[in-house]
């Protein structure tokens, strides 16, 4: 599939199986996930991790439709200082089961789990280090490492333009493909908002968001407004 002309509905013959707009307020978050009402006029509703470090799941049905293509978007917003890719760089032993990631891992089936899609939130568009993004600094080096059982098949985006600070970040979405600065090229890396993945042998599996973080959320946090995933 073309991912730069990427779209996905159920007028294309895809079905949905996720459908989250926290703009909508009669939508609640998933089982096992918090409501964050963030400190914006009028407050932002979204979903966020109950606190400690690690991941918190939810997992959305397929009800046995064999599907081979994965189709979505997921919307976000970055509170403190994530740090991309880095839970990874300090631990070349963890796994897809493991925190590798600040942000959202999508996957499918089970022991191991079946890498789909990645969304990374980086700390900001000013370091050249690990916790920022592959794609943030035209200009430098990439020092960091991203997974390789997830390959290319990711978004990496920071809602901070200049140096991070411990606040959360409500004019940048992340992983919308807009609002980039201009030495990064996050936002054309791959095409956001919109990923398409086909997968290497169709299946039946339910489709798993993990929302992940290797601190506490008091030191940083991802909070998400939107989820849409479709499958065919």
């Known amino acids: 599939m073309d ?3 990427c779209s996905c509905s159920t ?5 949905r199986v996720a459908n989250l707009d926290m703009t909508d307020r009669n939508q609640n978050c998933p089982d096992g996930f918090r409501l ?23 997992t959305y049905p397929t ?13 976000g917003y970055q509170n403190k200082t994530t740090d991309g890719f880095a839970p990874y760089y300090f631990n070349r032993a963890v796994t897809i089961d493991d925190v590798y990631v600040d942000g959202v891992s999508l996957t499918h089936g ?7 899609w990645t969304f990374a939130n980086a700390i900001d568009e ?11 600094r035209s200009d430098v080096a990439y020092t960091g490492a991203v997974p390789p059982f997830i390959a290319q098949d990711y978004f990496c985006e920071t809602g901070s ?26 936002c054309e890396f ?36 939107l989820v849409e995933i479709y499958i065919r």
């Open 3 to 5: 991912r730069t002309s």
């Open 11 to 15: 007028a294309g013959g895809w079905m």
């Open 36 to 58: 964050v009402l963030n400190n914006t006029t009028p407050p932002l509703r979204t979903c966020g991790r109950p606190g400690p470090a690690g991941c918190v799941s939810t």
């Open 63 to 75: 009800y046995g439709v064999e599907y081979s293509r994965v189709c979505g978007r997921v919307i």
């Open 110 to 116: 089970q022991s191991p789990r079946q890498h789909i």
């Open 126 to 136: 000013v370091n050249s280090n690990r916790w920022v993004c592959p794609c943030t």
């Open 161 to 186: 333009r200049q140096y991070h600070e411990s606040i959360f970040y409500p004019d940048d979405p992340v992983w919308d493909g807009q609002g980039c600065g201009s030495n990064s090229t996050c």
């Open 190 to 225: 791959n095409n956001p908002p919109w990923f398409c993945k086909q997968l290497s042998q169709p299946t039946t599996d339910d489709i798993e968001l993990r929302l992940c973080g290797d601190e506490e959320t008091e030191n940083e946090d991802i909070v998400l407004q």
